[in-house]
């Protein structure tokens, strides 16, 4: 499902990406949290920047109180901190990835907004050091985690109908058959190395939020279809895949194609 995003976003990979970044809720949803930095290698301190954002306004949330820790393989490398209050919202810590190359976790937990305490949210990260070039991917601890950036930032919400659909169609339909699964494992790394910028995007720029929401609408009209028909194999989701893969290359690359022949001719004639 997620390949046919990269259909409908090839213009926008152009843009640079100097820095990884990645939105994340927090458990109930409270509060969005935001990391940035530079790509990471293995025993130089890095600052990461933490921005506490309102997920209601899309706006920096002043005065939270907040704990962070990191570790690799189970083995702490910096924290648990202390309760840390931040009266702008936004932070830069620096942590020494010291245990060499691979996946680091990161723990973000906020007890407390506008001098409010509140009862514990966190919100965790994945934090690849090295060759990787440390880009910032979801924790697939139930498979309910991995969030569509995009698709969240273009209808406002999670809990919006279109996001939801998007959701439910890859943990009930994709996520089913071991091929769906592979694919998800692999793309999401490369998905979410571009997301996060178009996402941050939309946010900055009302026009080019409705521009992203009148191109995302037809591809999740067509991918509703898959409420209609049963998967049962390998063989099913590989069909439909394609089939809705052409579908919406006919849509997105034929149509236009053809208006633009068609204009042609009509202006040579």
């Given at each position: 499902?997620?390949?046919l995003?990269?259909?409908l976003?090839?213009?926008?990979?152009?843009?640079?990406a100097?820095?990884e970044?990645?939105?994340l809720?927090t458990?109930?949803?409270t509060?969005?949290?935001?990391?940035?930095y530079?790509?990471?290698?293995?025993?130089?301190q890095?600052k990461?920047?933490i921005?506490?954002?309102?997920?209601?306004?899309?706006?920096?949330?002043?005065?939270?109180?907040?704990t962070?820790?990191?570790?690799?393989?189970?083995e702490?490398?910096?924290?648990?901190?202390?309760?840390?209050?931040?009266?702008?919202?936004?932070v830069k810590?620096?942590?020494?990835?010291n245990?060499?190359e691979?996946?680091y976790?990161m723990?973000?937990?906020?007890?407390?907004?506008?001098?409010?305490?509140?009862?514990?949210?966190?919100?965790?990260?994945?934090i690849i050091?090295g060759?990787?070039?440390a880009?910032?991917?979801?924790?697939?601890?139930?498979?309910?985690?991995?969030?569509?950036?995009?698709a969240?930032?273009?209808y406002?919400?999670?809990?919006?109908?279109?996001?939801?659909?998007?959701?439910?169609?890859?943990?009930?339909?994709?996520l089913?058959?071991?091929?769906?699964?592979a694919f998800m494992?692999?793309f999401?790394?490369?998905?979410?190395?571009?997301?996060?910028?178009?996402?941050?995007?939309e946010?900055?720029?009302p026009?080019?939020?409705?521009?992203v929401?009148?191109?995302?609408t037809?591809?999740?009209?067509?991918?509703?279809?898959?409420?209609y028909?049963?998967i049962?194999?390998?063989?099913?989701?590989?069909g439909?895949g394609?089939?809705?893969?052409?579908?919406?290359?006919g849509m997105?690359?034929?149509?236009p194609v053809?208006?633009i022949?068609?204009?042609?001719?009509?202006?040579?004639?």
């Amino acid at each position: 499902m997620k390949f046919l995003f990269v259909l409908l976003f090839v213009p926008l990979l152009i843009i640079p990406a100097f820095a990884e970044s990645q939105i994340l809720p927090t458990e109930k949803g409270t509060l969005d949290v935001k990391l940035t930095y530079e790509p990471i290698e293995p025993n130089i301190q890095t600052k990461i920047s933490i921005d506490f954002i309102n997920p209601f306004t899309q706006k920096i949330q002043i005065h939270i109180d907040y704990t962070v820790a990191v570790s690799k393989d189970g083995e702490t490398v910096f924290g648990p901190t202390q309760l840390i209050h931040t009266s702008e919202g936004s932070v830069k810590i620096p942590i020494d990835f010291n245990l060499g190359e691979g996946v680091y976790s990161m723990d973000v937990e906020v007890e407390g907004i506008l001098f409010n305490p509140i009862p514990p949210e966190t919100v965790s990260f994945d934090i690849i050091v090295g060759e990787a070039h440390a880009q910032l991917i979801t924790t697939p601890e139930n498979g309910e985690n991995g969030g569509c950036l995009i698709a969240t930032a273009t209808y406002g919400s999670e809990m919006a109908l279109e996001v939801q659909q998007l959701r439910e169609l890859r943990d009930n339909t994709i996520l089913s058959t071991e091929s769906g699964t592979a694919f998800m494992t692999g793309f999401n790394q490369f998905y979410y190395s571009f997301s996060p910028t178009i996402a941050d995007l939309e946010r900055e720029n009302p026009v080019f939020k409705e521009v992203v929401k009148l191109t995302l609408t037809p591809m999740i009209s067509s991918l509703s279809l898959l409420n209609y028909v049963d998967i049962d194999s390998e063989e099913e989701m590989l069909g439909y895949g394609i089939s809705l893969i052409l579908l919406n290359i006919g849509m997105y690359v034929g149509v236009p194609v053809f208006g633009i022949l068609k204009l042609y001719q009509f202006r040579k004639n």
